[in-house]
T-cell receptor, first 116, second 109 residues
């Protein structure tokens, strides 16, 4: 089946630094990619939806200047957490979809971000 | 390699009970999650099992057997709104989520 690769799997950084997380679709072209944040034993919280070549659409309450999303190609989307703070520590997951809204989502394995 | 298996699709009748199975082979185990996903929406957390046994939460229950690498999600008193995809995911020893392909559940009146 389709594979979505997410890197890095874990990152520890100092407060105030920026962290970039990559999400790649390895064997298909992802017209749409999604970024989620997961709190322990909670639902995945959708942060933003990105379509290749256009600006990401952010969910209400998500700071677009803090969570920069770039979907420069049909196989790569990046999430950059700028000026990270301890409250940004979380598990971030991406997913990718080939075509229309009723097509399956494929998920990355997640990135555990710890901000000291 | 790491692998999660669950049926691709299941059909059940409104008011009935359905059991969705999930088997896994992973590098270590730090818990198993079940999510419900309606088309076009983010997955919704249903359950988290890290110890063997059955956890009941309303109409939904989840069971885990670590020795067998097996879990199931049990849905009772099925309602039409339960039609969705159900995703099984295992967190491995590196705290990475390994996802199953999802089971599409179709509820018929």
């Amino acid at each position: 089946g389709a594979v979505v690769s997410q890197h890095p799997s874990r990152v520890i950084c100092k407060s105030g630094t920026s962290v970039k997380i990559e999400c790649r679709s390895l064997d298909f072209q992802a017209t749409t990619m999604f970024w989620y944040r997961q709190f322990p034993k909670k639902s995945l919280m959708l942060m933003a939806t990105s379509n290749e070549g256009s600006k990401a659409t952010y969910e209400q309450g998500v700071e677009k200047d803090k969570f920069l999303i770039n979907h420069a190609s049909l196989t790569l989307s990046t999430l950059t957490v700028t000026s990270a703070h301890p409250e940004d520590s979380s598990f971030y997951i991406c997913s990718a979809r080939m075509g229309t809204a009723d097509e399956k989502l494929f998920f990355g394995s997640g990135t555990q971000l710890s901000v000291l | 390699g790491q692998n999660i298996d669950q049926p691709t699709e299941m059909t059940a009748t409104e008011g009935a009970i359905v059991q969705i199975n999930c088997t896994y082979q992973t590098s270590g185990f730090n818990g198993l999650f079940w999510y419900q996903q309606h088309a076009g929406e983010a997955p919704t957390f249903l359950s988290y099992n890290v110890l063997d046994g059955l956890e009941e939460k309303g109409r939904f229950s989840s069971f885990l057997s670590r020795s067998k690498g097996y879990s199931y999600l049990l849905l009772k008193e099925l309602q039409m709104k339960d039609s969705a995809s159900y995703l099984c995911a295992v967190m491995d020893s590196n705290y990475q989520l390994i996802w199953g392909a999802g089971t599409k559940l179709i509820i018929k009146p």
